[in-house]
């Protein structure tokens, strides 16, 4: 079992800043991936950005120049960087983690972009 816990989530300005962090239980090195999604109510769930344990780094095109993800591979944790706020940012993020052919979800944490 891998437990994901996720922090950072809040209420920001357009044009505001946020940063998340999602802390993965599992201290050995099968996780594959680690990755953020997001999801307005009433909405299909959204992929954000996913960071590969070699270091490779991605983020969706609705995304792109404003959110970056990072991730410590000692610390098992992954960092979304979220930038230039828009309220269409407004959701709950989830972290996920990919680790062998599992997949594991936080509990989610409210990002709310409003002025």
């Known amino acids: 079992q891998v437990q994901l816990v996720e922090s950072g989530g809040g209420l920001v300005q357009p044009g505001g800043s946020l940063r998340l962090s999602c802390a993965a239980s599992?201290?050995?090195?099968?996780?594959?991936?680690m990755g953020w999604n997001r999801q307005v109510p009433g909405k299909q769930r959204e992929w954000v950005a996913a960071?590969?344990?070699?270091?490779?780094?991605n983020v969706a095109g609705s995304v792109k120049g404003r959110f970056t993800i990072s991730g410590d591979n000692a610390k098992n944790t992954v960092y979304l960087q979220m930038n230039s706020l828009r309220p269409e940012d407004t959701a709950v993020y989830y972290c996920?983690?990919?680790?062998?052919?599992?997949?594991?979800w936080g509990q989610g944490t409210q990002v709310t972009v409003s002025s």
């Open positions: 599992r201290s050995d090195f099968s996780i594959r991936l």
């Open positions: 996920y983690a990919m680790v062998g052919g599992d997949d594991y």
């Open positions: 960071f590969t344990s070699s270091g490779t780094a």
